[in-house]
């Protein structure tokens, strides 16, 4: 879909990376631009995980991109990049504010060469404000954004989710503006400046919640750990007599009838929430008398809201997972097969496939370098000086 489109990627960590591999997903050119040592996610992996030397943490980031090497501190290689992005359709940043005005690469210097040019920063927290300058990173700004304070029980601590969920989340608002701004560029043959930050991605996260709070409602983490602050009870997650279930949503009448337990009608529905640890005390007495599996076959065939607990083990063998083809595997050069979380939307009923492996660094400096029409002996020459 975004065929003929150019993208040029000044990006690192997970929030700039995954918005450019969404792009190149779509078909779009993305030409990630990185240091002669290699972008910072090439030799950081969270848990060490590596295969073959590779991380896994830039394999998951990175397919269907190309990777030029450059010194930007160089005049010839600042005039490469320029080159670069006056054929361009979008440059997408995630440096602190400031750096790549300093690069000679900012908003206002861009736009007088390239005026179609779409201009994208991520940062953490805006390129203005008090905090434009601290460092912006996911569990952080779960914590800054109220997503920590929100998670747990009444009396345990502040609690992170188990994923990186603000970086992601941030990614996808930065190439949903970035798609708007070309959209919009198709119009007035104008390029625009495109920011999204993670500050902003934690508070979207919690539309629902923070609106709530917003007009007068102050929430309250459950005792019992399993219900949400602001949702009548049930809902969380409840132990069987071998494991685990979710319950969500579910009216007193029907716990009541699955249960075989009147208790639950004397409650009334205008009262579930005031008296939810009430309610979630009888269904855990409930459910801890049976397994999991036989409640799964109960509740199916009652239409009770509910899922299984499922680890990363379990999920990743679930059919509907496995039918929606949510697991792709890639043949990279060095890393072997890697396994990887395949592009999130479908188009006409297939989602975009793999076209390229993440690249090796630098492996389409001389291609590009060609396109822009360099000849060799300047090529051999550029190249000596990134130790490419």
């Given amino acids: 879909m975004l065929d003929g489109i150019r993208v040029v990627s000044f990006t690192h960590f997970l929030q700039g990376p995954s918005a450019s591999q969404l792009l190149a997903d779509l078909g779009a050119q993305v030409v990630k631009v990185e240091p002669p040592t290699g972008a910072f996610e090439r030799s950081w992996s969270g848990p060490d995980a590596y295969l073959n030397g590779e991380s896994v943490f830039f394999l998951l980031g990175n397919r ?14 600042l005039e490469v990049v320029l080159r670069l992005l006056d054929e361009s359709d979008v440059l997408i940043e995630s440096f602190r504010p400031g750096v ?21 920063s991520l940062s953490g927290y805006g390129s203005e404000g008090p905090y434009r300058d601290r460092p912006g990173q996911d569990v952080l700004l779960q914590s800054l954004s109220g997503i920590a304070a929100a998670t747990g029980t009444a009396d345990g601590p502040p609690t992170p989710v188990g994923a990186s969920i603000v970086d992601q989340h941030g990614a996808v608002l ?45 929430g309250r983490r459950s005792g019992s750990g399993v219900s949400s602050p602001y949702y009548k009870a049930p809902y969380g997650v409840f132990a069987t007599a071998d494991g685990h279930l979710t319950l969500s949503l579910n009216a007193l009448a029907l716990l009541a009838a699955v249960f075989e337990d009147d208790w639950f009608l004397g409650i009334g529905e205008e009262l579930s929430y005031a008296r939810r640890e009430d309610v979630n005390a009888r269904v855990a007495k409930h459910l801890v ?4 599996a036989e409640w799964t076959a109960v509740f199916t065939a009652a239409k009770v809201w509910f899922a299984p607990v499922n680890t990363y083990a379990d999920i990743v063998e679930d059919p ?18 890697v396994k990887l979380l395949g592009h999130p939307v479908r188009y006409d009923g297939r989602r975009p496939g793999v076209r390229s492996a993440p690249p090796e660094l630098g492996s389409s400096n001389r291609s590009i370098l060609a396109q822009l029409g360099y000849d060799t002996t300047e090529i051999n020459r550029l190249q000596a000086k990134v130790g490419q």
């Fill in 64 to 77: 269907n991109v190309s990777s030029l090497v450059v010194d930007l501190k160089d005049h010839e290689w």
């Fill in 100 to 120: 790549m005005d300093r690069l000679g690469l900012g908003w206002d210097q861009l736009r007088q060469r390239n005026p179609r040019l779409v201009y994208c």
């Fill in 174 to 218: 930065g190439a949903f503006g970035i798609l708007a701004a070309l959209h919009g560029r198709e119009r007035t043959g104008r390029g625009a400046r495109v920011e999204s930050n993670l500050l902003s991605a934690a508070l979207d996260l919690q539309i629902e919640p923070l609106s709530y709070f917003l007009n007068g409602y102050s």
């Fill in 289 to 292: 008398q049976r397994s999991t």
């Fill in 320 to 337: 509907q997972v496995r039918h929606n083809e949510s697991v792709v595997e890639v043949d990279h050069p060095v890393a072997g097969t």
